[in-house]
């Protein structure tokens, strides 16, 4: 099950579980849009892997399987990635 992590891993924005602004690496490293899109060029900079949308779990799901509180944070912030 995702762990739905409730921040920018790069800027600390919050990104609530309801948010379509969230985006996650397959080790569910989490980023919001802008920085993704903008700072990451879509890959990851943790594993190299691709950036996709985090589907949003249904409100009514969230009770018995709630999203993590625990907030991961790069204490050096998220540098550009050069393109190829
Ligand atoms: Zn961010
Ligand atoms: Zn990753």
Redesign the pocket.
Known sequence: MLELRPN?E??D?DLPPESLMAMMCSFECT??A??AENVLSGVCPNCGGELVRRPVRPAGKLINNPASTKRVLKAEGCAPVKAA
Request: proline share 0%; net charge positive.
């Open positions: 920018c790069c800027c924005k980023y919001c802008a920085c």
